[in-house]
Nanobody, 123 residues
Framework: QERLVQSGGGLVQPGGSLTLSCTAS????????VSWYRQAPGQERERVAR????????IYDDPVQGRFTVSRDNGAETVYLQMTNLTQADTAVYYCRAEPSSYLQSAGYREQWGQGSTVTVSA
């Protein structure tokens, strides 16, 4: 069964750093683009970063541009979100989402979501 398993998260002080991991289980992630989303209390879920299946192309949304870095290690079936210079506004539950390539979609694969990682930025 395909699933994404997240790790990392926790409590960090403002200005601190944290890295989240998103590991594929039951499938190979190398042909999947992966995005990171977050949802703060009372807010809608928003995307913060995306890495394409080739690992070269990335997108960062404005609130995290210059502070977050998304990377992948296909050999480890893992995508990472490195977060630096964190502020209280970054407090949220973070989710990874894997989207299969068109070829894999035609073979029946569907997007997968991780279980969520709580990040709390507080002094």
């Amino acid at each position: 069964q395909e699933r994404l398993v997240q790790s990392g998260g926790g409590l960090v002080q403002p200005g601190g750093s944290l890295t989240l991991s998103c590991t594929a289980s039951g499938f190979s992630i190398k042909m999947w683009s992966v995005s990171w989303y977050r949802q703060a209390p009372g807010q809608e879920r928003e995307r913060v970063a995306r890495i394409f299946k080739d690992g070269v192309g990335t997108i960062y949304d404005d609130p995290v541009q210059g502070r977050f870095t998304v990377s992948r290690d296909n050999g480890a079936e893992t995508v990472y979100l490195q977060m630096t210079n964190l502020t209280q506004a970054d407090t949220a539950v973070y989710y990874c989402r894997a989207e299969p390539s068109s070829y894999l979609q035609s073979a029946g694969y569907r997007e997968q979501w991780g279980q969520g990682s709580t990040v709390t930025v507080s002094a």
